[in-house]
């Protein structure tokens, strides 16, 4: 389980290491790029019921940090359903990944 530290925040925010390596793709070209969003996940089973959101933006401190020691090939279609989220008016909404079958 992986986690985003956001503007020096104590209390990490838990995501999957392999979800986190996409978000980290899409949020990262968002940044670079001087681009300002949101990001929006639903609690885990382990939190109380909800959702977050949080406003991302090139001047506040953010830190990815893997449990991993090595990153996981990339599922492109995830990280471009993740960059059409990125884009829309709703901001990046952390969806599961859809694989092939």
């Known amino acids: 389980m ?4 956001y503007d020096g925040e104590d209390r990490p925010i838990h ?9 980290k793709v899409v949020i990262a070209t968002k940044l670079r790029r001087q681009e300002s969003f949101t990001l929006s ?6 939190e ?7 406003w991302l933006h090139p001047s506040i401190p953010l ?9 996981p090939e ?3 279609q995830w990280v471009e359903d993740l960059m059409h ?3 829309s008016t709703g901001g990046i909404m952390l969806v599961d990944e859809v694989l092939d079958v």
């Open 48 to 54: 109380p019921g909800g959702r977050s959101t949080i």
């Open 15 to 23: 995501i999957d290491d392999r979800a986190l390596a996409h978000l």
């Open 85 to 87: 989220s990125a884009n």
């Open 41 to 46: 996940w639903k609690h885990s089973d382990s």
């Open 63 to 71: 830190r990815f940090v893997f449990d991993e020691e090595e990153p």
């Open 2 to 5: 992986g986690s985003l530290l």
């Open 74 to 76: 990339l599922n492109m």
